[in-house]
């Protein structure tokens, strides 16, 4: 019998209350249109634009290394962390908002309106550290700037949203980004969670050199999404190894973060009262944590907290937490949960922060994600059976949800790589009738 069937038969009812809601889910999303931008945008083209400004990352990553330069690391996990040099060209302000990724919309890019890849090179582990000590001697400070991105996120997406936090917060301090091994989907999130925990004694491993190294006077870390799990086990087992943390260990801003409440009050008490500045970036309205709160057992999610209300209130003063309540901003995704880089007064704000030394998934979501996000009874069904076929209407006409549906399904039916291949052109044939999903067989 099929995993998948006609969407007329619609089951099992219960995870979504009838295929009436399915249709009407389909139908909004269909409404919205399709998006996504072109890949393979970081291969390098030739800086045409005298009014561009550039921004130059260290990358370290535990991310598979691509076949294609275009891509240059995957969603998959590698044996042992890689690092790269990338150069980044920001169009004229007269072209982009602050807090805007400028995607071409074509290709090669065009550097006098879109954001460009100038150079991307991998780099050994000893160049890495050459290039870094550079860096920071650069810096006015000699600081490190260290961003961790959230789940949902593809390499070039994690790429380019740190390009626009550095150059838009004004930030000086060598910028090193850490990415991990995400698939970019919303049906991914189990993968995810698990490429952070598998990423977790490498990211230790570069809070240790950082704070080892006497080039390096001061560390910011901003960490995004399920990236702030990432980072507060990173500091944790830091702290826990070292007997504490280190004093340059300045900042530490935590932006919707997809943390487990009561984990967070076992992380801030083992890594000790000398902890960094910790600022906490939340907002109320995020769906994507509302979505992630479904999935870990209706425990509330750190990012999505009322600061006012007890018992928070009482724990962040006592921890000395600041806290930015981005309820009202109105900016950032459909899901409310980009908000800290794409408000302009946000970002700036990080940068002052970062600057002054106070306190204080751009994900890509496609319509199938969305649509699975927003059905409150098959939420905590995401990468199962039920979520599939939530998300097959959508996947023959979305390019961000038909890119990775395929092997979502192979995952959990055991294709092999021919099956596989059906099931790709089975999304991919628009002419297909509509509101029907391909029956894939065992």
């Given at each position: 019998?099929?995993?998948?069937?006609?969407?007329?038969?619609?089951?099992?009812?219960?995870?979504?209350?009838?295929?009436?809601?399915?249709?009407?889910?389909?139908?909004?999303?269909?409404?919205?249109?399709?998006g996504g931008h072109p890949k393979d945008v970081l291969l390098p083209v030739a800086d045409t634009s005298r009014g561009s400004s550039r921004v130059d990352m260290l990358i370290a990553t535990t991310r598979a290394l691509s076949t294609n330069r275009g891509e240059m690391?995957?969603?998959?996990?590698?044996?042992?962390?890689?690092?790269?040099?990338?150069?980044?060209?920001?169009?004229?302000?007269?072209?982009?908002?602050?807090?805007?990724?400028?995607?071409?919309?074509?290709?090669?890019?065009?550097?006098?309106?879109?954001?460009?890849?100038?150079?991307?090179?991998?780099?050994?582990?000893?160049?890495?550290?050459?290039?870094?000590?550079?860096?920071?001697?650069?810096?006015?400070?000699?600081?490190?700037?260290?961003?961790?991105?959230?789940?949902?996120?593809?390499?070039?997406?994690?790429?380019?949203?740190?390009?626009?936090?550095?150059?838009?917060?004004?930030?000086?301090?060598?910028?090193?980004?850490?990415?991990?091994?995400?698939?970019?989907?919303?049906?991914?999130?189990?993968?995810?969670?698990?490429?952070?925990?598998?990423?977790?004694?490498?990211?230790?491993?570069?809070?240790?050199?950082?704070?080892?190294?006497?080039?390096?006077?001061?560390?910011?870390?901003?960490?995004?999404?399920?990236?702030?799990?990432?980072?507060?086990?990173?500091?944790?087992?830091?702290?826990?190894?070292?007997?504490?943390?280190?004093?340059?260990?300045?900042?530490?801003?935590?932006?919707?973060?997809?943390?487990?409440?009561?984990?967070?009050?076992?992380?801030?008490?083992?890594?000790?009262?000398?902890?960094?500045?910790?600022?906490?970036?939340?907002?109320?309205?995020?769906?994507?944590?509302?979505?992630?709160?479904?999935?870990?057992?209706?425990?509330?999610?750190?990012?999505?907290?009322?600061?006012?209300?007890?018992?928070?209130?009482?724990?962040?003063?006592?921890?000395?937490?600041?806290?930015?309540?981005?309820?009202?901003?109105?900016?950032?995704?459909?899901?409310?949960?980009?908000?800290?880089?794409?408000?302009?007064?946000i970002v700036q704000l990080i940068g002052r922060r970062i600057s002054e030394g106070q306190t204080l998934t751009d994900s890509r979501v496609g319509l199938g994600d969305r649509l699975i996000a927003g059905t409150t009874g098959a939420a905590a069904a995401a990468g199962?059976?039920?979520?599939?076929?939530?998300?097959?209407?959508?996947?023959?006409?979305?390019?961000?949800?038909?890119d990775h549906y395929a092997d979502h399904l192979a995952s959990m039916t055991g294709q092999t790589s021919g099956q596989q291949k059906t099931a790709q052109r089975c999304v991919s044939n628009t002419a297909a009738p509509q509101g029907r999903a391909c029956a894939v067989?065992?």
């Amino acid at each position: 019998m099929g995993i998948l069937h006609s969407v007329s038969n619609c089951r099992p009812a219960a995870l979504f209350k009838g295929c009436r809601r399915l249709f009407l889910y389909t139908a909004l999303a269909l409404s919205s249109g399709c998006g996504g931008h072109p890949k393979d945008v970081l291969l390098p083209v030739a800086d045409t634009s005298r009014g561009s400004s550039r921004v130059d990352m260290l990358i370290a990553t535990t991310r598979a290394l691509s076949t294609n330069r275009g891509e240059m690391f995957t969603g998959e996990r590698a044996l042992a962390p890689a690092f790269a040099d990338i150069t980044v060209s920001i169009p004229p302000a007269s072209v982009r908002k602050v807090g805007d990724v400028a995607w071409p919309k074509r290709l090669p890019s065009n550097p006098a309106t879109d954001f460009a890849t100038l150079k991307a090179d991998e780099l050994s582990r000893e160049q890495a550290k050459a290039w870094l000590n550079a860096a920071v001697r650069k810096s006015p400070d000699g600081s490190a700037f260290v961003f961790i991105h959230g789940f949902n996120n593809r390499f070039e997406d994690s790429v380019y949203r740190f390009a626009q936090i550095v150059h838009d917060s004004g930030v000086h301090s060598a910028p090193v980004l850490v990415t991990w091994p995400s698939r970019g989907s919303l049906l991914a999130y189990g993968y995810d969670r698990e490429s952070t925990n598998y990423t977790r004694n490498a990211l230790e491993k570069l809070f240790q050199y950082l704070a080892d190294d006497k080039e390096i006077k001061e560390v910011s870390i901003l960490a995004h999404s399920m990236g702030n799990w990432l980072a507060l086990e990173g500091l944790r087992q830091m702290a826990i190894r070292n007997g504490g943390l280190p004093a340059k260990f300045k900042n530490v801003m935590l932006a919707a973060p997809d943390v487990d409440v009561d984990v967070f009050r076992s992380e801030i008490v083992d890594m000790g009262k000398q902890h960094p500045r910790f600022t906490l970036f939340v907002s109320r309205d995020d769906r994507a944590l509302a979505f992630s709160r479904r999935i870990w057992g209706d425990i509330p999610r750190l990012g999505s907290i009322d600061p006012e209300q007890a018992p928070y209130k009482e724990e962040l003063e006592a921890n000395k937490i600041a806290v930015i309540d981005m309820t009202k901003v109105k900016a950032g995704d459909s899901l409310h949960h980009s908000k800290f880089a794409e408000s302009p007064e946000i970002v700036q704000l990080i940068g002052r922060r970062i600057s002054e030394g106070q306190t204080l998934t751009d994900s890509r979501v496609g319509l199938g994600d969305r649509l699975i996000a927003g059905t409150t009874g098959a939420a905590a069904a995401a990468g199962s059976a039920a979520g599939l076929i939530l998300a097959a209407p959508v996947a023959a006409v979305d390019p961000d949800t038909r890119d990775h549906y395929a092997d979502h399904l192979a995952s959990m039916t055991g294709q092999t790589s021919g099956q596989q291949k059906t099931a790709q052109r089975c999304v991919s044939n628009t002419a297909a009738p509509q509101g029907r999903a391909c029956a894939v067989a065992r």
